[in-house]
C-alpha cells in the first residue's frame, strides 16, 4: 500500500476544511468531506506506521513511546504510545496517522440503549433517528466481525471456564479485524489475520481494519491532503472571519520543532482525540475564543480497567507471539476473542463488560521484570530462563474490563499542557465492582488476581484508562455542553444566546461524550461523527456517498 501522508512542502495557506488529529472521528470528517469536494487536509502529530512496521522488539517498543507527567517528560512527541501520568489517574492512547485504531483492541460494540436515554444528551441526539444510520455506517466501514474460530483459542477457553463457574457466558464479541482475506470499503486490499495477538501493539498482517487502511485512504482517494508531525496548538479567527489553525511542525524524529506556522481554512474539524481536541480548545480559549465554561468538564474513564490473573492453572497463551511469528505452531487470537457481560436491568452504573486481553509480543522479553517487584520474583526470574511463551507467563491472564464511572474528572491546562484533576478517582465505584468480578474469575482459573503489577513504582496506585471520553462534552446550550448535538462548539461571547454556534468549528471525537458509555468506545465515536457529518452536510449544502469503492491496487 502506497504511503498515504504527503510532504510538507505541499501544504497550503488555506484550506476548505482542516481536519485535526487522525482517528475514528476524523478519518470520517476527512472522508465524508473529501467526497463532498471541499479541499481538505489532515494535521496529525504523529507519524505514519505502514503495515509491517510496527514495533516488533522490546527496544523498538520502548523507543516508540512517550510518557508525560509533572515530574517526568520522555520520549519524541511522535512516538506510537502516548502515556499520560496523572497525580489522580494515568492515560494511555495511541499516536500515528490512525490514531487509538492503530493499537487499541478493536472491539466494536454498541452501549445499551439507557446509555443514550441518559438526559446529559442534548435530546436532539434521540430525536433526529441518525444515530442508528451513524451506526450502521460504521459498521460498513470498520466492518466488525465475530472470530469464527474464538472458542479454540485458550485464552477464549479460560475465561469462558471461570464464567461457567460463575454463572456468566462467555461470548465472542465483534472486533474490527478481517478473518477471512478480503477487499474492504476503501477498496483495499486486507490479508486475513492470522490470530498472532498483536493487535495493541500495532497489526504487521493488515489484518486489522484500523481508520489508516479504511477512511483515511478513502481521503486521499477523493483529494485530501494527510500530514504527519504537524502539532497543533490553538484555533483563532481573523478579521475576515476565516480559522486560523497555529501548530508546530515536527523533526522527523519528533524531538524537535522545526518551525511554526498558521493556515487557514473554512471550517475546522477537531478530532484530535479526548486529550488534544479538549486541550487545543482550552488554549484557544486562553487566546480569547469564546468557549464554554464547561469546557475540561465531564472526563470520564469509562470505568476502565487493565488487570491481571498470575499463576492461573490453565495455559492462557496471552502473550502475542507477533508476525512474522516469534514461535511456530500456536495461535494466540485477536487481542480480544472472549467477552462476559454483567447485566443489571436495575441500575445500569452497575453493568460490567469482561474482556480477556493479549499483550504484544514486543513487550514479551520485559515482562518478567514488570512482574518483579509485586513479589512474583521466583516465577518472572523462572520466566527469564524458559521464555515467556512456555513459563509462567503462559499462565498470565491478561484482562480489559469496562464499566461506568461518574465522569467527574476535570481537565485544565497547567503550564500550558493538560492536566487532568479528579480527587479520590481511584475510589469510584466502579473500580470496587471491576476487582470483585475479576478476583473471582482469576480464583475460579486457580490464580491470584493482580490489578497493578508495576504499584509502587512510577506508576502509583492510581487507576489507568485506555477509553478516555469527556472535556468538549456535548449539550443543549453552552451552560451545560460545550458542542451541540452536531459537534458544533458553542459561541460564549458575553451577550449572545446561549445556544449560539461558532460558525466552521466542530469536535469530532470521543471528547464529546458526556459520560461512560460501559463498552468499547470506537464504535460509537464513529457513529457518532458519521451522524455529525450528515448534519453538516445538510447545513451546508453539501452531498456525499457513503458507498464503498471498488478494489484499488
Sequence with gaps: ?????????????????????????????????????KIVAVLERGREVPTGEFPTRFPDLKNDMQVRGRRISSGPQTALFDVRLGDDMHILTGCGLGGGSLVNAGVALRPDARVFADEIWPGQLRQDGLLDEGYRRAQVWLAPARDPRSSEMTKYQALDAAGQASGDTTIAPPVAV????????????????????????????????????????????????????????HVTKDKAGCWQVSFALLSDDGKDIVRHDTITSDIVILGAGTLGSTEILLRSRD????????????????????????????????????????????????AVTGQIEIHDANNLSHQLTVQEGVLPSAIAPALPLLFVPNGRLLGALKSLVQGVYNGPFAHLQTFFAVSHDSASGTFTLDDDRLSLSWPNAKDEPAYQRLDRKLTELVTQSGGKYVKNPLAGTIMGHQPATAHPLGGCSMGAEHTNGVVDHKGQVFDASPGRGSTELHKGLYVVDGAVIPRSLGCNPLFTITALAERSLMHIAADLGLSFDTAPRRATK
Excluded at 477471512?180 to 486486507?190: I, T, Y
Excluded at 486489522?208 to 481521503?219: C, E, G, H, M, S
Design 178 to 233: 478481517s478473518f477471512d482475506d478480503r477487499v474492504n470499503a476503501a477498496g483495499l486490499q486486507q490479508s486475513a489475520c492470522t490470530r498472532c495477538g498483536d493487535c495493541c501493539g500495532g497489526c504487521n498482517v493488515g489484518a486489522k481494519n484500523t481508520v489508516a487502511l479504511t477512511y483515511l485512504p478513502d481521503a486521499k482517494n477523493h483529494g485530501a491532503e494527510l500530514f504527519t508531525h504537524v502539532k497543533v496548538s
Design 1 to 37: 500500500m502506497a504511503r498515504l501522508a504527503t510532504s510538507h512542502d505541499a501544504l497550503k495557506s488555506h484550506y476548505d476544511v482542516i481536519v485535526v488529529g487522525s482517528g475514528y472521528g476524523a478519518g470520517v470528517a476527512a472522508s465524508r468531506l473529501a467526497r463532498a469536494g
Design 287 to 334: 487566546k480569547g475564543l469564546a468557549i464554554s465554561d464547561n469546557i475540561g468538564h465531564r472526563f470520564s474513564a469509562n470505568g476502565d480497567i487493565i488487570a491481571f490473573g498470575w499463576g492461573a492453572k490453565p495455559t492462557i497463551n496471552a502473550v502475542g507471539i507477533g508476525y512474522p511469528p516469534k514461535i511456530k505452531d500456536r495461535e494466540i487470537g485477536a
